[in-house]
């Protein structure tokens, strides 16, 4: 019914592929139980010695992750490998923020935040003004980077780390929970006070300062310029709209009862929030999580028991299709619906007979449990629609793939790639005197120089014409068994093609202006130009 295949290396890879027959997958202290779930493939990232604190997409081909040790690791997403290991900070790293491809800044609870080079791992700045841990980093502008933490003050640097303003917190230093910004120009905080303070960052006013939670304001997250989302420990769940002044736009969440006397814990505590789509928001709220509808401030799923304990984080997968939760008893959970028309980031409007909207209520059904990790899962980061990356405190990264797209994928690059042997072992034949089933042909084909489509450094590609360099004798000139010679005589003679035609051809085909004019110039001196 299903098989594993494993290659061990410097990390750890596993395929599983399954019928759809309800499965248990047991690898040593790790479970995949599979019922609807078509993510199927996981490769285990191995380094990390403490809990990881952050994961972020650096570029279209890396991401990176940071633990409590202070360690930051930069992974290839395609393979796993990693590709830089760095002992950033003292203590546990906070935040890490790209500010391009090649530099990225972290910030730590030893109260520096650095600017490292990518290509390198060689750190170019360190910014040591904060007086106490680093919680937040954000950034501005194309040029600019805002930090905040528990201190006093809210920091805004040149991207080449120099300060440029310093805006003292109304808010004291209360530890700063999330840090946004919108429209380029607002700043907006939250921290375990229950305000939500907005700061101009031209010159450090305050536009708004609102006290709609009644606990720590635990979450923010950005829906547009002018609008943003917030959430708290009591459950609050608040959309706000910034113009000239700060203000609510509507409470999409305010249960009376928030805290239980008997259990000491809050019963709505909100951990995170997720833009699903142009109109939907994703939360994590205690054991469960909800989605609302921003159009008319409804929640169109509610899944309150989703785990047995904390729910951490939440995305969706396939276009909406799918939802993908972790949390605090270390298992991700995969959750669809039963109608292939439901999508979990587009609203579906029905038209009552008043002619009024209403939006539909969905049911987040359960298509799977995934527990690979042995201690609670925090961090989630989507690559593609069939790819995330998860990591927590057992400091393992999980990258988890569809097999069948995997299997797709794979299949269409060996393709690709025999298509291309095939054709340079071609080329090579044509443009040789060797027997090809001599020993001589076989050890200069396997020292044929390659393309290399994976690399983006330029230097370890090569020139489509310097494959013929052989093809021209000790005075400079081209041998009369170079095969483009030889196609020029054939385009010439068998298909009447004119000169510029033929030009016109290989340069398109690739070929160096240098080459072409050789060819063209040969063709005339051997008379069989017309």
């Known amino acids: 019914a299903f098989h594993i295949c494993g290659v061990l290396c410097c990390d750890m890879y596993f395929s599983l592929q399954f019928t759809n027959l309800d499965v248990e997958i047991s690898v040593p202290q790790r479970t995949v139980h599979h019922s609807k779930n078509s993510i199927n493939e996981i490769q285990i990232l191995e380094g990390h010695s403490d809990i990881i604190k952050t994961l972020v997409r650096v570029s279209h081909d890396r991401f990176a992750s940071a633990d409590d040790s202070g360690v930051i690791f930069l992974w290839d997403i395609m393979t796993g490998s990693r590709l830089l290991e760095i002992q950033a900070h003292d203590r546990g790293i906070t935040c890490l923020l790209p500010l391009n491809a090649d530099i990225m800044v972290s910030s730590s609870v030893d109260r520096k935040i650095k600017m490292w080079d990518l290509s390198t791992g060689e750190c170019s700045n360190v910014m040591a003004e904060h007086t106490a841990s680093v919680t937040c980093l954000a950034k501005l502008n194309r040029s600019q980077f805002v930090s905040g933490g528990n201190d006093e003050n809210i920091y805004i640097w040149e991207n080449n780390g120099e300060l440029i303003r310093t805006i003292i917190r109304h808010e004291g230093d209360s530890n700063m929970n999330a840090l946004l910004v919108v429209a380029n120009k607002t700043i907006i905080t939250a921290s375990d006070s229950t305000s939500i303070i907005a700061y101009n960052a031209d010159t450090g ?12 304001v635990t979450c923010l997250e950005k829906i547009n310029e002018t609008t943003f989302v917030s959430g708290s420990l009591d459950g609050t769940i608040a959309l706000w709209e910034i113009t000239d002044r700060l203000h609510i736009k509507e409470s999409l969440s305010y249960p009376p009862r928030y805290f239980s006397e008997s259990s000491k814990k809050f019963n709505h505590s909100v951990q995170k929030i997720v833009v699903t789509g142009s109109k939907y928001i994703a939360v994590c709220i205690a054991n469960g999580f909800k989605l609302f509808d921003l159009d008319t401030g409804e929640s169109v799923v509610n899944c309150p028991s989703a785990h047995r304990s904390i729910v951490h984080n939440i995305l969706t997968l396939y276009n909406g299709k799918k939802i993908v939760t972790c949390g ?32 539909k ?11 690979i990790h042995t201690n609670q899962v925090k961090h989630l980061l989507k690559i593609t629609e069939t790819m995330f990356v998860s990591a927590g405190s057992d400091g393992q990264i999980v990258i988890w793939k569809d097999g069948m797209y995997e ?5 269409e690059d060996a393709r690709m790639f025999m298509e291309k042997e095939n054709q340079i072992y071609r080329k090579y034949q044509n443009q040789t005197f060797f027997d090809t089933n001599s020993e001589s042909f076989e050890t200069a084909y396997s020292n044929f120089p390659r393309f290399d489509d994976t ?13 013929y360099v052989s093809e021209y004798d000790s005075s400079g000139d081209i041998i009369e068994g170079h095969y483009l010679l030889d196609e020029a ?23 160096a202006t240098e080459v072409v004019d050789d060819i063209l110039e040969n063709l005339t001196e051997q008379g069989l130009y017309i």
């Open 205 to 216: 006013d305050i536009i708004g300062k609102e006290n709609h939670h009644r606990e720590s």
């Open 328 to 359: 605090l008893d270390a298992k991700i959970k995969i959750w669809g619906s039963s109608n292939p028309n439901v999508s979990f980031s587009a609203p579906t409007s029905n038209s009552s007979k008043s002619g009024s909207k209403r939006k």
């Open 361 to 371: 209520v969905f049911i987040a059904e359960p298509h799977g449990d995934m527990w």
């Open 407 to 411: 299997s797709v994928n794979r299949n």
């Open 455 to 467: 690399s983006d450094d330029t230097s370890n590609s090569f020139d489509i014409d310097q494959v």
């Open 489 to 511: 005589n054939y385009l010439l003679n068998e298909q009447g093609k004119s000169k510029q035609e033929i030009r016109e051809k290989f340069r398109i085909d690739g070929h």
